[in-house]
């Protein structure tokens, strides 16, 4: 998670970093804000404050979820009653309209109220009026309702959790999300990328192209659990040791990693 301030990407688009919080895409502009993520509902108040302080600033108008957590949600209610239009792929607004619990820690999500639920989703791609461009990950490196925000004249790309900037990511299989995503999603973002786009996760610092390329550990761990090997077995061949001292501790990343590929290739068992 962020450990706060805001970052200026440009004139007008910034990263905005609430300490504890995942990190919001904001872009102000005549018409309005834009937000790629709006923190969780316990950070939303001081989100939109470090909104309000930004230069050329106006009332929130389009509100992008990169997938359904409550890390990336947080502010849609409020958003949703003042207007703004809530963007998010169609998968996205199915998981927000029903109780979500994980299996592998008992936590519990609670749908959303109407008001809350994105308003305006699709299935593959689409433009703002202003140039911005979004798009379905369909790799499901995190969720199966994985989004991306492109910044054209800015070079920017926002990819939420399907990319992680900072420790090991969460592979959330319950709701689509598997360890061959990972390896999947990014190859796609490399495709939208160059030299010198931006790429903006929900955790961690602004990444580069380079840095996507470097995160070959998942093909790794993908060929690793495709061997047949149980989740122990798996944790105990560390395979990802190398990367520990950047990382942090691997072990329930690669047990999930296992699970996620067990439920994608073994959905009904």
């Not at 309005?32 to 316990?42: E, K, P, R």
């Not at 761990?221 to 942090?248: C, H, I, S």
Request: proline fraction near 6%; aromatic fraction near 10%; glycine fraction near 12%.
């Amino acid at each position: 998670m962020s450990e706060g301030g805001t970052l200026k990407l440009s004139d007008d688009l910034f990263v905005v970093r609430i300490r504890e919080e995942a990190n919001v895409v904001a872009q102000t502009g005549a018409d309005g804000v834009l937000l790629v993520d709006g923190g969780s509902a316990g950070g939303s108040d001081a989100l939109m404050k470090a909104v309000s302080g930004l230069p050329g600033v106006g009332p929130v108008r389009t509100i992008f979820n990169t997938h359904w957590h409550p890390e990336q949600t947080g502010s849609n209610e409020r958003l949703g009653k003042a207007g703004a239009t809530v963007i998010a792929h169609e998968n996205t607004r199915l998981w927000l309209t029903q109780n979500v619990t994980w299996p592998w820690d008992g936590r519990r999500f609670a749908r959303l109220p109407k008001i809350a639920q994105p308003n305006k989703t699709f299935y593959t791609t689409g433009k703002l009026d202003s140039g911005v461009r979004y798009g379905y990950i369909p790799d499901a490196a995190h969720t199966d309702g994985d989004l991306y925000v492109f910044f054209p004249k800015q070079n920017v790309l926002a990819v939420g959790d399907a990319v992680s900037g900072q420790g090991w990511p969460e592979v959330d299989w319950w709701t689509g999300g598997w360890i061959g995503g990972i390896v999947g999603g990014l190859q796609r973002l490399q495709t939208l990328a160059d030299a010198d786009t931006r790429i903006v996760p929900a955790r961690g610092p602004v990444l580069g192209l380079a840095d996507l390329k470097a995160q070959y550990i998942y093909d790794r761990l993908t060929q690793l659990l495709n061997k047949g090997r149980g989740p122990g077995e798996a944790v105990e061949a560390r395979p990802a040791k190398e990367f520990d001292d950047k990382m942090g501790n691997p072990d329930v990343f690669v047990r999930r990693a296992f699970e996620s590929l067990w439920a994608y290739l073994s959905p009904d068992a």
